[in-house]
């Protein structure tokens, strides 16, 4: 069985280092203390990042990390100040850690058994935040201290009152205090936002959000696991997948080759974690949503699901604030925040819901079919459609999924669109073939073109993301929306339109580079050589 890879060669992050690293000269040169909340959805990098600062601290210097944990039954109260605690008392030697400790021991003594020294009963946690104060001033005349403290979504109360009161009252010491959280497991009700709140209304706190890779940087990173150039069709692969996650994209090189085509079991149990700890409502939103697409429109999931219009707005609710699900700005669309937590969802599948929730999204579709733009039309070649409305399913387009694999989840052979069967009814519009010309030129090209074009009128029409200057009399214009997914929805009425003007030839600027805009891409592709 293929095991994890990660590369021992730092990659990207080279500000957010900066600026930590500057934090840590200004604590120790100017014993100006510092607090630095990291954040980042999992598996984007932050313990990474943290490593690497810690790497880079020169001696003298002292690092302390406290982890939060995940405990669903109860709390434990001061979890990561223990850790920290008992790795000073590892650390220091006896003279040390008792001129540390030593004024607070009664009351530290609760975080600490190994001092041999009684608890003093009836502490009020007051107390204990200044004899922890006081313990790290004195430590830090000693040593300058780098305190993290990990997982900060995770913490219990006692921990959070900490933070902030650690945060607020650390001035003149050679400390930074770094805490590091999960900004995707921040619903709207989770108590680490107050925290957050109250520490940047103090302006005590810098923040740091790490955001996933860009193309370049996963390219750099399994560079450096593999040890060598990647493929371009590598990179493609495993960047469209993760999402530019880290730890999503480490995962998924270390099966590659066995898993192209899917997901490896140890992620999809990862990625569906999260999923399973959601009512059932919303993991069937989720489902849902997962068969129609990478998006789905607001008024096609409601018609596929099938369920009360308040069971539906609650389960998306739900997923929304949990961030599985995000909503477009015009809150007409739903999208999963990660590609791979769709694809786990629909993996998940049985197959005989698969089969009928296919079935009736190609049911809603053929009564609806400009819905579909809004949807499953954004993904490109990530999806393979399939038309389940007939007594026989159709494959109108292959994409990621093999035919023997939608074959074998449907449980029965598919047609192809030109076998010579009569088309099945409720076909969706998954192509469209302009009877004009269609050209797919780069922006350079396509503003030489214009700027070469003769006074007489011709029957041409240009499809740009801005409006070229100097356009020849005759030449139809429509702006390219800035938006994937708005280019996406209106790309194939575009199509028509011109269609219907008699444009006898297209000129299309190629959309942005990225995965974004694979789906746009693709189709110009596919409408180009029609």
């Known amino acids: 069985m293929a095991t994890r890879v990660s590369s021992s060669q730092f990659v990207g992050r080279r500000a957010e280092l900066t600026r930590l690293e500057a934090s840590w000269k200004a604590a120790v040169v100017d014993e100006r203390a510092a607090t630095v909340l990291l954040s980042g959805e999992a598996g984007v990098g932050k313990s990474r990042l943290v490593a690497e600062l810690v790497a880079r601290i020169p001696e003298p210097s002292l690092v302390l990390i406290g982890q939060c944990f995940d405990l669903v039954d109860r709390a434990m109260p001061f979890g990561p100040i223990v850790q920290v605690m008992r790795t000073l008392h590892r650390t220091l030697d006896d003279a040390t850690l008792e001129a540390v400790i030593g004024p607070g021991r009664d009351e530290l003594a609760v975080l600490l058994p190994e001092i041999h020294t009684p608890a003093r009963e009836g502490i009020v946690a007051g107390a204990l935040f200044e004899q922890l104060l006081g313990a790290f001033e004195r430590l ?216 009928a929730l296919h079935t009736r999204v190609a049911e809603v579709l053929a009564e609806h079919p400009i819905w579909f733009d809004g949807g499953a039309a954004q993904l490109g070649i990530e999806s393979a459609i399939v038309d389940c409305s007939g007594d026989r399913p159709v494959l109108l387009r292959p994409g990621v999924l093999t035919r023997e694999r939608i074959e074998s989840a449907a449980g029965v052979p598919l047609l192809q669109p030109d076998d010579g069967s009569p088309p099945a009814p409720g076909t969706l519009p998954s192509h469209y073939a302009p009877r004009a010309a269609l050209r797919l030129m780069t922006t350079p090209m396509l503003r030489t073109a214009l700027e070469m074009l003769g006074a007489e009128p011709l029957k041409l029409a240009v499809y740009s993301r801005s409006v070229p200057s100097g356009v020849a009399t005759g030449v139809r214009h429509r702006r390219m929306p800035a938006r994937p997914e708005q280019a996406a929805h209106e790309l194939f009425s575009v199509l028509r339109e011109l269609d219907r003007e008699g444009v006898h030839l297209i000129w299309v600027e190629e959309p942005p580079p990225g995965p974004e805009w694979e789906g746009v891409r693709d189709r110009l592709v596919r409408a180009a050589a029609s």
């Open 140 to 355: 830090t005349e000693r040593v300058p201290t780098l305190l993290v403290l990990e997982d900060l979504h995770w913490a219990d109360r006692s921990t959070r009152e900490l933070f902030v009161y650690l945060a607020r009252s650390l001035r003149t010491a050679s400390m930074v205090l770094v805490g590091t959280y999960r900004s995707d497991d921040l619903h709207r009700r989770h108590p680490l936002r107050g925290v957050l709140a109250e520490l940047d209304r103090s302006g005590a706190v810098e923040r740091i959000e790490l955001a996933r890779f860009d193309r370049d940087e996963v390219r750099e990173l399994i560079s450096a696991i593999v040890g060598s150039e990647p493929s371009v069709e590598l990179v493609d692969r495993t960047y469209r997948r993760s999402d530019g996650n880290a730890f999503f994209a480490e995962e998924l090189l270390a099966v590659d080759d066995e898993y192209r085509a899917s997901m490896p079991p140890t992620l999809r149990e990862i990625v569906l974690a999260r999923v399973d700890g959601l009512s059932e409502p919303a993991q069937y939103v989720l489902r849902c949503a997962a068969v129609i697409g990478r998006s789905a429109d607001h008024r096609l999931l409601e018609a596929a699901a099938g369920i009360p219009r308040e069971d539906l707005l609650a389960g998306l609710r739900e997923a929304v604030a949990h961030q599985i699900l995000v909503t477009d700005v015009d809150g007409l669309e739903y999208r999963f925040r990660h590609a791979l937590v769709r694809e786990a969802v629909e993996d998940d599948l049985l197959p005989g819901d698969r089969v």
